[in-house]
């Protein structure tokens, strides 16, 4: 297994349009996490699914911005009408309940940047 | 409520030893954590502590925990120029698996 892999790597798009971006978890790991991250900045929570369930979102996560996780393996997160402040680096973690430590494994994060 | 505090920036020479705080408010956190960022990559767990725990030890790094103070920090020893990076902290949050990061710690060591 290669860790948790995130597609596309970055994506520069015109504000107003919609972008959707990829997180390939670690293959037996039942949760996954979407956090965003500006410079300067450290992650900020955004929503986590336990196998297909999105368990909890957070007040930053606004109605443009959609994740999904249909059969419990990837998932996705779609930003509509994309604005200039939107534009971050967009991290994907996953891990596995039960684990002694709790860990998030990282993927190396998808950048948007909205012109 | 949910905040992690830390200072942006510290500086230290080849060989000496770095300290990074970090303050939580969560006091029902049962795991924190020290995460790595280096340019250009993901975020690698470096070392985490339970909250029954004052003290880890793992190799070059030293954790602190001080819960009455909400006051948590990594010593590195011996710092070398590859530990130049950027370290976070985080808490567990109410059990569901979710961290609360700090806004990080520039490392820059200096030769």
């Known amino acids: 297994d290669t860790g948790v892999s995130q597609n596309p790597r970055h994506k520069i798009t015109k504000r107003g349009q919609n972008v959707t971006f990829r997180c390939d978890p670690i293959?037996?790991?039942?949760?996954l996490y979407w956090y965003r991250q500006t410079l300067g900045q450290g992650p900020e929570f955004l929503t986590y699914f336990q196998n297909e369930a999105q368990l909890e979102k957070s007040r930053l996560l606004s109605d443009r911005f959609s994740a999904e996780r249909p059969k419990g393996s990837f998932s996705t997160l779609e930003i509509q009408r994309t604005e200039q402040g939107d534009s971050a680096m967009y991290l994907c973690?996953?891990?596995?309940?039960?684990?002694?430590?709790?860990?998030?494994?990282f993927g190396e994060g998808s950048r948007l940047t909205v012109l | 409520g949910e905040d992690v505090e830390q200072s942006l920036f510290l500086s230290v020479r080849e060989g000496d030893s770095s300290v990074i705080n970090c303050t939580y408010t969560?006091?029902?956190?049962?795991?924190l954590y020290w995460y790595k960022q280096e340019p250009g990559a993901g975020l690698q767990l470096l070392t985490y502590i339970f909250s029954n725990m004052d003290m880890k030890q793992d190799q070059r790094l030293t954790v602190l925990l001080n819960k009455k103070d909400k006051h948590l920090s990594l010593r590195i020893a011996d710092t070398q120029t590859g530990d130049s990076a950027i370290y976070f902290c985080?808490?567990?949050?109410?059990?569901?698996?979710?961290?609360?990061f700090g806004q990080g710690t520039e490392l820059s060591v200096k030769p």
């Open positions: 973690a996953s891990s596995l309940t039960g684990a002694v430590t709790g860990e998030l494994f």
């Open positions: 985080a808490e567990s949050y109410n059990q569901g698996g979710k961290l609360i």
């Open positions: 969560d006091s029902s956190s049962t795991y």
């Open positions: 293959s037996e790991h039942n949760r």
